[in-house]
């Protein structure tokens, strides 16, 4: 074969080689409808985002139109990952927590991609949403705790009582709107709270050390830095026969004794509903607005009591939800 020959072919396969290439990349990178971020992976958070994506396929809106992307637990990283997606102009931008929604929104929030955000606690409260002046390019799921019901189970559980502990970072914004609302409730119902706060993970065993002595019982809110390292809790409460009450219902599977709290995957899945409704129905986000899920369960953990020692009442354990056993 002769050397232009050779050239001939060559410069073939590089064109060949070059649009296949190409063809390859699109199909790697379908255009994106959907991009959600959350901030850390623990199970709640997790089953909330199973929840959209449930939804969002049963509407016609398949995985490859769908980019997740985790912050790890870094407020840095969920600004880094906002800032990417509204780079890639989605459609819309669903974040999931009210960190990942306050990253979201500072970015996004003199552009043009609605943010429907999941699982905020007090959309007011983190900045995100006043009923007052709503955003138009706002809408969402608010997951406020049922912080009345929560404290009404653990009187039911120890009617005698005095003092609570909670724990939280108060660097949340919707941990400190939360546990400012558990402590007016438990107040009213005669029982007095004491805080301790973390700023990471690597704070939590001791500072649930802290309550030793103080408490039999803790309390944790939906905050996204204790929940994370929810093991590192439930070793230090187990060590010193410390009870622990939460409003994530995933984390009783992981060994808190009991929780009342909305479905998580339901959370998810309301989420998933106001986004067809914008996406498919050409809903304004103005319309949306900020919704709540409406099914609260009591899950209980009966392996937790039984090695703390507590008789749970039979009426409560036959009003539960889910039990979890041995």
Same mark, same amino acid.
């Given at each position: ?6 050239? +001939? ?25 959907? =991009?959600?971020?959350? +901030? ?7 089953? #909330? ?21 985790? =912050? ?5 990283? @969920? ?23 306050? =990253? ?10 609605? !943010? ?21 390019? /706002? ?14 189970? #653990? ?21 400190? @709107? ?54 590192? /809790? #439930? ?19 992981? %060994? @808190? ?14 989420? %998933? &509903? ?12 103005? &319309? ?11 899950? !209980? ?7 703390? %020692? ?17």
């Amino acid at each position: 074969m002769s050397i232009r020959k050779n050239y +001939i072919y060559a410069l073939g396969v590089f064109i060949l080689g070059f649009f296949s290439f190409l063809f390859i990349q699109n199909k790697k990178s379908p255009n994106i409808i959907v =991009a959600i971020t959350q +901030i850390a992976p623990h199970p709640s958070l997790d089953q #909330i985002r199973a929840g959209i994506i449930d939804r969002l396929n049963l509407a016609g809106i398949s995985n490859d139109q769908i980019l997740f992307q985790n =912050a790890q637990g870094s407020p840095a990283t @969920a600004l880094q990952i906002a800032q990417k997606f509204l780079s890639l102009n989605p459609k819309v931008i669903v974040p999931i927590t009210t960190p990942s929604a306050q =990253a979201v929104y500072t970015v996004a929030k003199n552009g043009h991609i609605p !943010l429907i955000f999941s699982a905020v606690s007090d959309p007011k409260a983190a900045k995100l949403y006043d009923p007052s002046a709503p955003n138009p390019l /706002v809408a969402g799921v608010s997951d406020l705790s049922p912080v009345h019901d929560q404290v009404l189970l #653990i009187k039911k559980i120890f009617p005698d009582l005095q003092t609570i502990g909670v724990l939280y970072n108060a660097g949340e914004a919707n941990s400190l @709107a939360l546990v400012d609302l558990f402590e007016k409730e438990a107040n009213s119902m005669g029982l007095t709270v004491i805080r301790s706060t973390v700023a990471n993970t690597n704070d939590v065993s001791t500072a649930v050390a802290n309550f030793a002595g103080k408490t039999n019982v803790i309390y944790i809110p939906n905050d996204n830095t204790v929940i994370s390292a929810f093991e590192s /809790v #439930i070793t230090v409460a187990n060590r010193y026969k410390m009870a622990v009450f939460t409003a994530d219902p995933e984390s009783v599977a992981r %060994g @808190a004794l009991g929780s009342v709290a909305y479905n998580q995957y339901d959370i998810g899945r309301k989420t %998933g &509903e106001l986004i067809v409704e914008y996406l498919i129905d050409h809903k304004p986000i103005s &319309e949306i607005g900020v919704q709540k899920p409406k099914k609260i369960e009591l899950v !209980l953990n009966l392996k937790t009591a039984k090695a703390l %020692g507590i008789s749970l009442p039979s009426d409560l354990v036959r009003k539960a939800t889910f039990t979890i056993h041995d």
